[in-house]
């Protein structure tokens, strides 16, 4: 396998990127950002920890769900999950994150690039609460740069057209999966009841 180790080896087999790919980066949000941001459901958040082991977690929620504060500040409510804590704990030792918005059926992406904090503000996790129920804490990010990614990878993948998603019976339920990669002592079939439940109890 040939390696690619230096930069000057990376660029000599890339052109360089043409002036509107390096100009479209933007140091706050412009209107269409916050526009993006106020209809985007899910958001893919990219971390790592202090030894630079990286991480990718998806968050979503109803349109908007992320909260504009102003020009250069994003929250992120963290509703009820695992427990895991990967980004969390992350954040915590290494703030830098990237964030990628999608809106659904879109082609288009919105980037997002800064560092992140943790809070349990009161006020804020009240304005970012769904129903009554406020998340356990927000992610507050400070934006660096933001840019609209262009459409090539959904174009190729045909991400959003019905007609090339893989029919969903043709694969392992989560439950069936689990049970083989960590020898649950439940059935695959009690194992997605249970997952099924603890969704519907615990969504927010």
């Not at 990219?46 to 991480?55: K, P």
């Not at 969390?88 to 980037?111: D, Q, S």
């Not at 959904?154 to 019976?169: K, N």
């Amino acid at each position: 396998m040939d390696l690619i180790t230096t930069r000057e080896q990376l660029r000599a087999i890339y052109k360089a990127p043409g002036g509107n790919a390096v100009r479209k980066e933007l140091r706050a949000l412009d209107r269409h950002c916050r526009n993006f941001i106020a209809h985007s459901p899910f958001v893919l958040i990219g971390s790592s920890d202090r030894d630079g082991n990286a991480d990718v977690t998806p968050k979503g929620d109803r349109p908007g769900f992320a909260l504009v504060l102003n020009d250069t500040t994003v929250a992120i409510p963290d509703r009820p999950g695992n427990n895991r804590l990967d980004t969390l704990e992350n954040i915590l030792v290494n703030p830098a994150v990237g964030l990628i918005f999608l809106i659904p059926g879109m082609n288009e992406t919105l980037r997002v690039n800064g560092t992140a904090q943790l809070t349990t503000d009161p006020e804020l996790r009240e304005r970012l609460a769904v129903d009554g129920k406020l998340p356990q804490s927000v992610i507050v990010v400070s934006v660096r740069a933001a840019y609209l990614h262009c459409a090539k990878a959904f174009m190729r993948s045909r991400l959003w057209e019905p007609e090339t998603w893989v029919d969903r019976s043709t694969l392992p339920s989560l439950g069936q999966m689990l049970k083989d990669q960590i020898e649950f002592a439940e059935s695959a079939e009690k194992t997605d009841e249970w997952l099924a439940d603890a969704y519907r109890r615990s969504m927010w």
